[in-house]
């Protein structure tokens, strides 16, 4: 499987929408327990704003999507890279 058909298969395949459990699952793989600060600053948002995707109350921007598909395909290829090494 590919990096892009891998890190797509984090959208919902009939939609092209990043759900809020999905949101929630990328942050912790990629940031840690502590994601939501992280992804805050790096997706330049309030906290309140990230709260809303978070809870489901607000969609989350189409732009974040890919922002994040970018964040999960990076962390895909340090991996891969770190894991060839050893």
């Known amino acids: 499987m590919s990096k ?30 502590q994601w939501q600060t992280t992804f805050c600053e790096e ?4 906290e309140h704003t990230l709260s809303s995707w978070v809870a489901g109350d607000v969609p989350i921007p189409d732009e974040v999507r890919k922002k994040l598909y970018f964040l999960v395909c990076e962390k895909v290829e340090r991996l891969t890279a770190l894991a060839r090494s050893i």
């Open 4 to 33: 892009r058909t891998e890190a797509s298969s984090i959208f919902s395949a009939s939609t092209g929408v990043l759900a809020p459990e999905k949101l929630r699952q990328i942050g912790a793989a990629l940031r840690g327990p």
């Open 43 to 46: 997706l330049c948002v309030t």
